[in-house]
């Protein structure tokens, strides 16, 4: 069974940056896309940063382009986000996932994590 596990969440003031890794208890070549999804109290979950996994190709919500930035090391079975110039707005639960092994779109995730809280103080 595929297992994806968290860390680096934590508090941060608005303007600050943090790292969330992802480690993925399988063969990246498995799924087509790794991604970072988030969930804010009250709100839906929303997709905002994957990669495609052999290619390397990175697609972002646009409420995070220019600020994020999604990588992937394959030896070692790990993702990256990293989150430059943060806001208070960005204060959610991370979740990384690991797509099904056709599929990239948002709805392709089928792996997840369980999560690691990001809180940007204002």
């Known amino acids: 069974q595929v297992q994806v596990v968290e860390s680096g969440g934590g508090s941060v003031q608005s303007g600050g940056s943090l790292v969330l890794s992802c480690a993925a208890s399988t063969n990246m070549y498995r799924h087509r896309c790794m991604g970072w999804f988030r969930q804010a109290p009250g709100q839906e979950r929303e997709g905002i940063a994957r990669?495609?996994?052999?290619?390397?190709?990175?697609l972002y919500a646009d409420s995070v382009k220019g600020r994020f930035t999604i990588s992937r090391d394959i030896a070692k079975a790990t993702v990256t986000l990293e989150m430059n110039s943060l806001k208070p707005e960005d204060t959610a639960m991370y979740y990384c996932?690991?797509?099904?092994?056709?599929?990239?779109?948002?709805?392709?995730?089928?792996?997840w994590g369980q999560g690691t809280q990001v809180t940007v103080s204002s």
């Open positions: 996932a690991a797509s099904t092994p056709g599929g990239c779109g948002w709805t392709d995730f089928a792996y």
């Open positions: 990669i495609v996994t052999s290619a390397g190709i990175q």
